[in-house]
């Protein structure tokens, strides 16, 4: 499943990369990463994978459209997500959005 979301990310345009960027992109970006297990357990035994993670967008576009697309993209998905923090970043004018979600299979 995350492979989907994965690929789902990448539709709507925008450059993600695993964990981090060796050099941040010019425009908007983001990125995504696991950060915990959260397998279902049935009888004591791991039945179903889960894994829980954070996607982060970087964006100066105050109109919303990175934030429209991104949650179709997991909406389409039927995943558990919710948009975690909006922040703004001084130092760098980037709008900065970070959601969490857990996707299982």
Known sequence: MLEDLVIALNSTGYSFAHYAWSKAPD?????????????????????????NGYIHFFTRDPSGAPRTAIEAV????????GLDSIQYENDTG??????????YG
């Open 74 to 81: 997991l909406n389409s998905l039927c995943i558990p997500w």
């Open 27 to 51: 425009g908007d970006y983001g990125i995504y990463e696991e950060e915990s297990g959260d397998d279902l357990v049935a009888d004591g035994r791991h039945v179903e994978t889960g894994t």
């Open 94 to 103: 980037y709008i900065h959005y970070e959601w969490s979600f857990s996707v």
